[in-house]
């Protein structure tokens, strides 16, 4: 009996199939550079890997998820492995229900989530990291909830191209920024990049408060946490980027620093991310309008 000729794979689809398997270990290396930069929670990774095992995240190895995390390198991975009892060659989306409780329980000590914060306050709080588009957000809130209160910050550093004083922010030289310290006339002030200081005026968020508005201030980690200290009730909101890799091309995108202040916003980001869990609420700045709608959702004015 002559066996038929096995088929030749047609070359088209051979291309095709390798395009596929370097999109995919393209997709895998940024998730992992996004659970290194702390930009997606590893919980969120372990919940989608489970929901689609076809995911990027159910193809991920369980190795490979686990010294992407900060902290974690091979010897105890290994011992993690060993511990929860999953094989090296398992893949997130492998994992049967005890091995994926196992994990969650462990990267809920380790990682631990804030929980979001009941109530709403009418102080809320918006930071992040460089280039994340806080500004962005906050000019679309400006321009689309006129009755919300968004605070205008002093700062030592010149306008950007587009930037009007009084509007985006109150330019001021050190002598001044010293002087509003010393008069007691900023809310919070902190040195952003160790290079401009930032601060914002007490007066204007004390009158919108007391005519029972609801008040934004976009302002930076150090600033947050003085607000916080000051007002215990303040909801602070944490905006991420959708990815480590998307942060990065927006910092270079706007072309407003040159390669050395890069580098420096950008060691600092990696520092600011660390810190989200200690905010009420996290919110992904994908879209700009659903961010933006997001960020209002939590205010007490939006709950009316």
């Given at each position: 009996m002559v066996e038929p000729a096995?088929?030749?794979?047609?070359?088209?689809?051979?291309?095709?199939?390798?395009?596929?398997?370097?999109?995919?270990?393209?997709?895998?290396?940024?998730?992992?550079?996004?659970?290194?930069?702390?930009?997606?929670?590893?919980?969120?990774?372990?919940?989608?890997?489970?929901?689609?095992?076809?995911?990027?995240?159910?193809?991920?190895?369980?190795?490979?998820?686990?010294?992407?995390?900060?902290?974690?390198?091979?010897?105890?991975?290994d011992r993690i492995l060993a511990e929860l009892?999953?094989?090296?060659?398992?893949?997130?989306?492998?994992l049967g229900s005890r091995q994926h409780q196992a994990l969650r329980t462990w990267l809920d000590a380790r990682f631990p989530l804030t929980a979001p914060r009941e109530g709403r306050s009418r102080l809320l709080v918006l930071a992040g990291p460089t280039a994340v588009g806080k500004g962005t957000v906050a000019a679309h809130i400006r321009s689309h909830h006129p009755e919300i209160h968004l605070s205008v910050s002093a700062t030592t550093r010149a306008p950007r191209p587009g930037e009007q004083d009084g509007v985006h922010y109150f330019f001021v030289d050190d002598a001044e920024f010293d002087r509003m310290i010393a008069a007691d006339e900023l809310l919070e002030h902190a040195t952003v990049h160790n290079k401009y200081r930032y601060g914002t005026?007490?007066?204007?968020?004390?009158?919108?408060?007391?005519?029972?508005?609801?008040?934004?201030?976009?302002?930076?980690?150090?600033?947050?946490?003085?607000?916080?200290?000051?007002?215990?009730?303040?909801?602070?909101?944490?905006?991420?980027?959708?990815?480590?890799?998307e942060l990065v091309q927006r910092l270079v995108g706007r072309g407003t620093e040159d390669s050395e202040e890069r580098a420096r916003r950008l060691r600092t980001a990696k520092v600011e991310l660390a810190s989200q869990s200690e905010f009420d609420h996290r919110v992904v700045n994908a879209d700009v309008a659903a961010a933006a709608r997001e960020v209002v959702d939590l205010t007490s004015d939006s709950a009316r």
């Open positions: 096995k088929r030749a794979v047609p070359e088209v689809d051979r291309a095709a199939a390798a395009r596929r398997a370097v999109e995919r270990r393209r997709a895998r290396a940024s998730l992992k550079r996004d659970l290194s930069m702390r930009v997606v929670a590893p919980q969120d990774v372990l919940d989608a890997a489970l929901a689609d095992a076809e995911s990027t995240a159910g193809s991920l190895r369980v190795p490979d998820f686990l010294t992407s995390l900060p902290a974690i390198g091979i010897g105890k991975r009892h999953i094989s090296p060659v398992k893949r997130l989306g492998g005026p007490r007066r204007p968020i004390e009158r919108a408060l007391a005519e029972g508005r609801t008040v934004l201030l976009e302002i930076d980690l150090q600033g947050a946490r003085q607000v916080r200290a000051a007002d215990p009730s303040a909801s602070l909101v944490f905006l991420l980027p959708p990815s480590w890799d």
